[in-house]
């Protein structure tokens, strides 16, 4: 998976610390601090002039940022969309079709355990492991073909797997579906009334008919 998404800054959710630039913003502080001491103190400039390398902030030298490496949510972006593997995901939601704030929903609520989150950002990013991923990306020599060990047609790929497999049509799918219009069913029925309390998708179990005085949903 690509850690590059990970740390970029979320409106709410679950958003992970860049430690990489807080390192590098704590070392820049920190020279900073140093630097203007330097102008009232004697010690401090003896120690400054005697520090070359010898500590993270290398005081010796003069150069302000000592070329490190501060990554902007925009590099960030930019540096995953370039990901050949990784970057793929990145893409598709940046398309003209794609309401990407409302993809990127569930990132921002912080109901899902990280667990699921992780797993979810992993599958995204393409490296769940497949045939395909480990014969062509990990070079797995052991494998023979990445054809999709279910249908034995096609290569074991995400999108292969999540929408083009011939054996999982009515199976996984239909149940996946199912459980989407189980969602809507719901929804439909406790905002005209038909239902007082929601309950959780994967226990819903929609009535053939609901109806009142107003509304019939079948």
Not at 6 to 18: H, S
Not at 122 to 148: E, F, P, S
Not at 167 to 187: E, F, G, M, S, W
Request: glycine content about 4%; some cysteine; proline content about 2%.
């Amino acid at each position: 998976m690509s850690v590059i998404r990970t740390t970029l800054k979320r409106k709410g959710g679950r958003e992970l610390i860049d430690v990489v630039n807080l390192h590098t913003e704590q070392i820049n502080n920190l020279r900073e601090f140093f630097s203007a001491k330097v102008l009232t103190s004697d010690l401090q400039k003896v120690v400054s002039l005697a520090d070359k390398g010898y500590t993270p902030l290398n005081l010796a030298t003069r150069d302000d940022l000592l070329n490190l490496t501060f990554l902007s949510d925009t590099e960030k972006q930019e540096q995953w969309s370039r990901k050949e593997l990784h970057g793929r995901h990145h893409y598709e939601i940046n398309q003209p079709h794609i309401d990407n704030e409302a993809s990127n929903k569930w990132l921002m609520k912080g109901e899902l355990f990280a667990e699921t989150e992780g797993f979810l950002m992993a599958n995204q990013d393409q490296v769940i492991t497949r045939n395909n991923y480990k014969k062509i990306i990990m070079k797995d020599g052991t494998l023979q073909t990445d054809k999709c060990r279910k249908c034995h047609i096609r290569s074991e790929t995400r999108q292969h797997i999540t929408s083009d497999c011939e054996q999982l049509a009515n199976t996984d799918y239909l149940h996946r579906h199912n459980h989407v219009c189980n969602i809507i069913h719901q929804k439909l029925a406790h905002k005209y009334g038909l239902l007082n309390t929601l309950k959780p998708y994967y226990k819903y179990q929609p009535a053939p008919v609901l109806e009142n005085d107003s509304i019939r949903l079948y």
